[in-house]
């Protein structure tokens, strides 16, 4: 299912990807499916030995679930900062 044979770089993957998931969140506050493209580019750009798109995919899902599950991202939320920004303006 990984596509990363060794355990240990799977789990270094994981947490970069996290740390990417992080600093991103720091700056901006996307949707799902926006903070899902940008970890697929980084993490591409990083690692080209990662060949599977669908199984980075599913990496890249499960660091966004536990995101989720810790409320640092979500729609509800990216929906009302946007609807604020443009009642402001």
Do not use: C, H, W
């Amino acid at each position: 299912m990984n596509p990363i044979k060794n355990k240990k770089d799977f789990e270094t993957t994981i947490d970069e990807i996290r740390n990417f998931a992080y600093s991103y969140l720091e700056k901006y506050r996307p949707s799902q499916q926006q903070l899902k493209i940008y970890l697929y580019k980084k993490l591409i750009k990083k690692k080209q030995k990662i060949s599977n798109k669908k199984e980075v995919f599913n990496l890249i899902d499960s660091v966004i679930k536990s995101l989720v599950d810790q409320k640092f991202i979500g729609d509800k939320y990216y929906s009302d900062v946007k609807s604020r920004a443009f009642l402001r303006k």
